[in-house]
């Protein structure tokens, strides 16, 4: 089956500029995750939706990124005012969950490779 | 708060030689799960393996096994008779039971393989 899609692959902005990146997740998983690795790091945790539950934003590095999700489907995370130091890859991951199960295997996303001119 | 440490930046062996990823965790939850991934050049990351905090048995499967050992809070990845094709970035990650289920991952460990 469908694996996690992310579009665009690559996205190139001029700082200042707002940028919107996308999530399909697998059908039927209901929790999805966004991270961010910066050239060379590990991934840090941005943010996470399970179901209808209110968003975990507690990875979020200001109020200039946000994400939505709509129902359990597909999830867009916005940047604001872009910074250079918003240069990185993002990484969309899903996972099915059992009762809000934290030790289901994330499937991550190719990810959207962003370069902040 | 939950930290994962992978001190080995970047490792090079020559084919056939074993490998052994180290992988130290932080956390004060009693209940948590361990997780390895791989990030070959290609970019997408790979599942490798989950254990959780209960389950102290060793794995092997195929060529890959881990160590994990509670009482050095390490979560060890080895690999036997290592091969070109696995070359790649591997990050050692920890999700907290009560810290919400996000993956806090390790820097990761470029590991090279020559020929």
């Known amino acids: 089956g469908a694996g996690v899609s992310q579009s665009p692959s690559n996205k190139v902005t001029e700082k200042g500029k707002d940028v919107e990146l996308r999530c399909d997740p697998i059908s039927g998983h209901t929790a999805l995750y966004w991270y961010r690795q910066r050239l060379g790091q590990g991934l840090e945790f941005l943010i996470y939706f399970q179901g209808n539950s209110a968003p975990d934003k507690s990875g979020l590095p200001s109020d200039r990124f946000s994400a939505e999700r709509t129902g359990e489907s597909v999830s867009t995370l916005t940047i604001q005012r872009t910074q250079q130091e918003d240069s990185a890859v993002y990484l969309c991951?899903?996972?099915?969950?059992?009762?809000?199960?934290?030790?289901?295997?994330?499937?991550f996303g190719p990810g959207t490779r962003l370069t902040v001119l | 708060a939950q930290k994962v440490t992978q001190a080995q930046t970047e490792i090079s062996v020559v084919e056939k030689e074993d490998v052994t990823l180290d992988c130290v965790y932080e956390?004060?939850?009693?209940?948590?799960?361990l997780f390895w991934y791989k990030q070959p050049p290609s970019g997408e990351l790979v599942f490798l393996i989950r254990?959780?905090?209960?389950?102290?048995q060793n794995e092997i499967s195929g060529r890959y096994s881990w160590n994990f050992q509670k009482s050095t809070s390490s979560f060890n990845f080895t690999i036997t008779a290592s091969q070109v094709v696995d070359s790649a970035v591997y990050f050692c990650a920890l999700i907290e039971n009560n810290a919400g289920n996000m993956l806090t991952f390790g820097g990761g460990t470029r590991l090279m393989v020559k020929p």
């Open positions: 254990r959780n905090s209960f389950d102290e």
């Open positions: 991951a899903s996972s099915g969950t059992s009762g809000g199960a934290p030790y289901n295997e994330q499937f």
């Open positions: 956390t004060r939850d009693t209940t948590y799960y």
